[in-house]
Structure formats: structure tokens, C-alpha cells
């Protein structure tokens, strides 16, 4: 509602913050779940007499993380030095990465902050932060396959395309170039990507807005320092990543400034109240509402409850006409199977409604961010990727978007 502050008079004071134990949980008592949890699925699995929707190795992977999800504490804000890290080409990377390591090139680069003039809108700070979020300096990644006009921080090229990539990991874990996903995605499509390791929303300093401030200081380094034009720019979120990109299209919107060219994104979360029945009822999926309740409390610990019901926290549930002034191509990608389906559907049916350029694309089978996942058929990235492709197709004959003035 207009004029209403989204901001708590104080933190929530039962936002949890992360901690190092951690990494306790996950490389010493994770594995002791390892057995028990194999014997239990594997003959829940084979008891259950309808179709099977994955393979049985399949299924007590996705069962295991399930369960060392469900009992992980937030993890503590990671090192620069981790944030910084990209994997190299060798024996163990090379089999899970293919060659996409061989043919693609990586430079580390500092990523500026954004200037205190941009922390409007739904960048602004919460007073109940005390000035604890700030904008601050983050490790940003060009990923450069042979096949792009241009490489590495070189300014763009004259009708280059880029990808800004934002990565998953329900705003608590994950890392941009940690796995596959990004280095085939850059192959295949021949183009640059870059992609920022945003900070997770694991303590009172990198709660939200935090990691929209670094979303949006991203996009400052593609259009500013490397000279991409917006419209030359296509966001792909995948997961949280996926609200991410909503959150900086909002934001754009917002100040009025120019959009990207193209939004694509893989299984976003767009309802972070947990509020349609397949998050809660999926049962085959490794997502649960059991364990996204303590990423949302971490990350809107400035917030209110009637902020998180709105349309910067949770995009499907905004108001007839919220998404009109959305005019740009989006793809949106989700799992048959995935605990997001229900608000998945519900969005893309309100994109529509709204009259936003709209490919929706339902995954056979996909559990959630199938496409990104190693050890899934390759079939599910093979239809990503394909629809990747089409976005910049479209890109080359939309015309430049720029965002009209914001209305309440």
C-alpha cells in the first residue's frame, strides 16, 4: 500500500543468524545421515507402487539433500577470499565440467559499490539496520568463451550481447561459477557472462537490501564501466537468483531507469511466504517450506510481515496490472515435479494477464533448477539452454527498453 514504510520499527527478533558450525554439520554429521537415509528411501522407493518420476540413485540424491537441508544452520558470511574463488581445470573439475573450462576464460575483478545517491526505492536502508547494511566492494566473474565478440573486461564490442548471471542458493549458500551450470551456459550461448557474488543474507550486516545493493552495483559495472547497453544485457536468475532479477528489474523500474534486454529465469521463488500447496506437499523435490522458512526470517529480519507478502519479496502475489510495465522477453523455466510449480504457474498466469512478452517453459519431470544440476539428465539443460538462445533472438529485433516513470 502507498506511504506505508515495509521497514520493522527494530529486527525480527527471531531472525537466526549463521554460524560456523556449519561446516561442522555438513562434512561431519551430514555424512552419519548417509546410511540411514539411503536404507529408509530406498525402501520407501521401491514400496511405492506409482510410476517412478526418477531414477532410484536419483531419487535418494535428491532425498539426501533433502534431509541435510532440512537440519543445516545458516553458514557464517564466507571469507573474500572465498567469495573470490574460481575452480581450474584438472582431472576431478574436468569430469564434472566437461570441457567448458577448456573453452571458456575467467577474470576476477572487484565489483564498486553503488553510490549512497541509488539507495532509493526498495534500495533504500532500513533505519532498524542502525547503518550496519551498506553498499560495499564484491567479487565479480567475466566468464569469456572463444566464440564472444568480446573477452574479458574489454569494453563491449558494437552489437555484443552479455549475460548477467545471478546464482541461487535461497540468499544463504551458493557461489556464481561453483558449478557447470554458468561455464556450459556461456559456451553454448557464445557470449560473455558476468556474475557477482552477492552477499548472503546470513547476519544483521548482509540482510536485505544487501544483496540488491550488489545485484544493482553489477549492473552498474556491465552497462558503466564494460559499456553494454541495457538493452544489450539479457538477466538470467536461477532459483533465488530469479528473485533477484525480478528484485533489479523492480528497482529499474522504479527510478526510471533503462531495462535489460531480456529476463530469463530458472525456477525463481517468487513467493517467499510459502503459501500454495506444492512447496508444502512435494514430496519427491529436495526443496521444502520446512527449511526456507529460516533464509526468509535471515533476509527480512528489517521487514515487516506485509512487506514480505508484497511484490519485492514475493512477485506472484502482486496486485492485477503490478507487471504492465514489464514489456521486455521473459522465460521462465520450471520443473513438472519442483516444490515452486503452484507459484510458478500462478506467476507466469499473472505475467500474462498483465500483458508481459511471456515463454513459459514446464521441465518433463524437473525438480527444482534441474537444468543447473550435474547429475541430472541432460536433456533438462538442453531445453534451458535452448530457450536461453531464443531470448537473445528476440533481443536482436526488440526495441530498447527504457522503464516509464513508476507508478504506486
Not at 576476477?108 to 560495499?136: K, M, N, Y
Not at 514446464?362 to 541430472?376: E, K, Q, R, T
Request: hydrophobic residues 45%; charged residues 15%; aromatic residues 10%.
Amino acid at each position: 500500500m502507498a506511504g506505508v514504510s515495509p521497514f520493522r520499527e527494530a529486527p525480527d527478533p527471531a531472525a537466526p543468524n549463521g554460524t560456523a558450525l556449519e561446516k561442522v554439520y555438513l562434512y561431519v554429521l551430514g555424512p552419519l545421515l548417509l546410511p540411514t537415509t539411503a536404507l529408509f528411501y530406498a525402501a520407501k522407493y521401491l514400496a511405492t507402487a506409482a510410476p517412478k518420476r526418477t531414477s532410484l540413485r536419483q531419487y535418494l540424491g535428491l532425498q539426501y539433500i533433502r534431509v541435510l537441508l532440512t537440519g543445516k544452520p545458516l553458514g557464517a558470511p564466507e571469507s573474500w577470499a572465498a567469495a573470490s574463488e574460481s575452480p581450474k581445470a584438472g582431472l576431478g573439475n574436468n569430469l564434472v565440467y566437461g570441457d567448458s573450462l577448456q573453452v571458456n576464460t575467467v577474470d576476477v575483478i572487484t565489483v564498486p559499490p553503488i553510490s549512497p545517491a541509488e539507495l532509493v526505492q526498495h534500495a533504500a536502508l532500513p533505519t532498524a539496520a542502525g547503518g550496519r547494511v551498506q553498499p560495499a566492494e564484491r567479487p565479480g566473474f567475466v566468464i569469456s568463451p572463444e566464440a564472444a565478440l568480446g573477452h574479458g573486461t574489454a569494453p563491449a564490442e558494437p552489437g555484443e550481447q552479455l549475460l548477467l548471471y545471478i546464482h541461487g542458493g535461497a540468499y544463504v549458500f551458493g557461489h556464481p561459477v561453483a558449478d557447470p551450470f554458468v561455464w556450459k551456459a556461456a559456451r553454448d550461448t557464445g557470449r560473455r557472462v558476468f556474475s557477482v557474488q552477492y552477499r548472503k543474507a546470513t547476519s544483521p550486516e548482509t540482510a536485505w537490501p544487501a544483496p540488491l545493493l550488489d545485484a544493482l552495483a553489477a549492473w552498474a559495472y556491465v552497462t558503466g564501466t564494460l559499456g553494454f547497453p541495457a538493452a544489450s544485457v539479457h538477466v538470467m536468475g536461477c532459483s533465488a537468483g530469479g528473485h533477484l532479477a525480478l528484485a533489479l528489474a523492480q528497482q529499474l523500474h522504479a527510478t526510471g531507469a533503462a531495462m535489460p534486454g531480456a529476463l530469463s529465469l530458472l525456477s525463481p521463488w517468487v513467493d517467499m511466504t510459502m503459501s500454495f500447496p506444492s512447496i508444502q506437499a512435494r514430496d519427491v523435490d529436495y526443496l521444502t517450506a520446512d527449511w526456507l522458512h529460516a533464509p526468509v526470517k535471515s533476509l527480512a529480519r528489517y521487514y515487516t510481515p506485509e512487506a514480505v507478502r508484497g511484490p519485492l519479496f514475493s512477485p506472484v502475489l502482486a496486485g492485477a496490472g503490478h507487471w504492465s510495465w514489464l514489456r521486455i522477453p521473459v522465460f521462465i523455466s520450471v520443473g513438472q515435479i519442483e516444490g515452486f510449480i503452484d507459484e510458478l504457474t500462478a506467476f507466469a498466469d499473472r505475467l500474462t494477464e498483465d500483458g508481459v512478452p511471456l515463454t513459459l517453459n514446464v521441465d518433463p519431470d524437473g525438480i527444482h533448477s534441474a537444468p543447473s544440476l550435474p547429475f541430472m539428465p541432460a536433456y533438462h539443460y538442453d531445453d534451458f539452454v535452448a530457450g536461453l538462445r531464443a531470448q537473445f533472438d528476440l533481443m536482436k529485433t526488440a526495441t530498447p527498453a527504457s522503464s516509464p516513470e513508476s507508478t504506486p
